[in-house]
């Protein structure tokens, strides 16, 4: 028995990791049927966190998978096991090395949400201040990086994924798992959260009357746990409620607009991850939610963007094709005056032009 266990000792973490990988198939019976929707969302979920933030990513790309597969996979938003209790409450003591009760006038044990790296709670903090604290699930962070080191060995062998022609769109499979690793790695670490936090309020809020996003509280913040102010109000997504509840969608639309164009045409710093689930209505304000991930732009980059999307109100298709180039390079070597005339196209004929001229045969990679 001994002899047995100094073995399996000596097996590599990543090793152990395929076999229970490799286990998790079998049981699902991918080499039989493979994969309706349903399997593919109850196998993300047996392989572990790192798999459902895949899927998690996965849900908003109709682009890639067909809308049966992605409208399953969005149920990972919601569908994660919670922690119990005692864990978060260990996490948090262990953390400030104070008690709970020393922390919180306020502290309820049933998580508001709970997601693939952590889960949050609602709180009342001594001075009375209503707070959110997410809390990261204990060994994550171990278990997620043993997963990316089994990612990158299966991204180096496949290498490039598509056709043989460019044109076509191939995807490097290792620049692709190596984009998740990095944003997963500071995901792991909340204080990256709370400082994109601090940068997005600082930065891109102008007038909280109208858009707003929480406050950190910092005395609360470490790498595993982050507590902000809380956001009493309800995702946009819930369109009847804010009929219901007598605001105007148009302008609640207008000013989620306008903010965001602030972010990426002025500021240069924009909230990475929009999807509704992340924004919230209070009193009638939308309000930004969960800074995990954040784009940056440099002023280069923000000034083409700003001369594109001025071509495009002007239907000017030399300065739209000299702006689109200057954002990146063309995959396919076509013809200016054909370029021209598919941008002439995008100008004058909406989204659809758009996809089939700049992102078919004339896509422009960014840098």
């Known amino acids: 028995m001994a002899d047995k266990t100094n073995r399996e000792d000596k097996v590599p973490s990543w090793a152990r990791r395929s076999a229970e990988i490799l286990n998790v198939f079998a049981n699902h019976n991918f080499y039989v049927n493979g994969f309706t929707p349903y399997e593919l969302r109850t196998t993300l979920e047996d392989l572990g966190p790192t798999y459902v933030k895949i899927g998690q990513i996965m849900s908003s790309r109709t682009d890639m998978l067909p809308k049966s597969y992605c409208e ?151 790498v595993r746990i982050l507590t902000m102010t809380f956001v009493d109000g309800y995702s946009i997504s819930h369109v009847d409620r804010i009929e219901a509840d007598g605001y105007d969608r148009v302008e609640v639309g207008r000013a989620l607009t306008e903010n965001y164009l602030h972010q990426i045409l002025d500021v240069g710093v924009f909230h990475g991850d ?65 370029l021209r005339r598919r941008l002439l196209m995008a100008a004058t004929g909406g989204a659809r032009a758009v996809t089939c001229g700049v992102g078919g045969a004339y896509s422009v990679v960014l840098p």
């Open 72 to 222: 399953e996979l969005e149920k990972l938003r919601s569908s994660v096991a919670p922690l119990d209790a005692e864990t978060v409450r260990a996490v948090i003591e262990e953390e400030t090395g104070k008690r709970i009760e020393d922390l919180y006038l306020e502290f309820h044990d049933e998580p508001l949400g709970s997601a693939s790296i952590g889960q949050a709670h609602y709180g009342v903090l001594l001075d009375g201040t209503p707070v959110v604290t997410k809390v990261q699930r204990p060994l994550i962070a171990d278990m997620m990086r043993r997963d990316f080191v089994l990612l990158k060995k299966l991204a180096g062998m496949v290498g490039v994924m598509g056709e043989e022609d460019e044109a076509q769109g191939a995807v490097d499979l290792r620049a692709v798992v190596g984009e998740l690793e990095k944003v997963t790695e500071e995901e792991l670490d909340f204080r990256v959260e709370a400082e994109n936090t601090r940068t997005f309020r600082a930065r891109c809020i102008e007038d909280d009357t109208v858009v707003s996003c929480p406050t950190i509280i910092d005395e609360l913040t470490t």
């Open 274 to 338: 929009p999807h509704q689930g992340n924004i919230m209505l209070s009193q009638g304000v939308p309000y930004w939610i969960d800074f995990g991930m954040m784009g940056r732009i440099d002023e280069r980059s923000m000034g083409v963007i700003q001369d594109l999307i001025f071509a495009l109100v002007m239907k000017d298709s030399e300065a739209l094709t000299n702006a689109a180039l200057a954002i990146g390079k063309p995959r396919a070597h076509h013809g200016d005056c054909r």
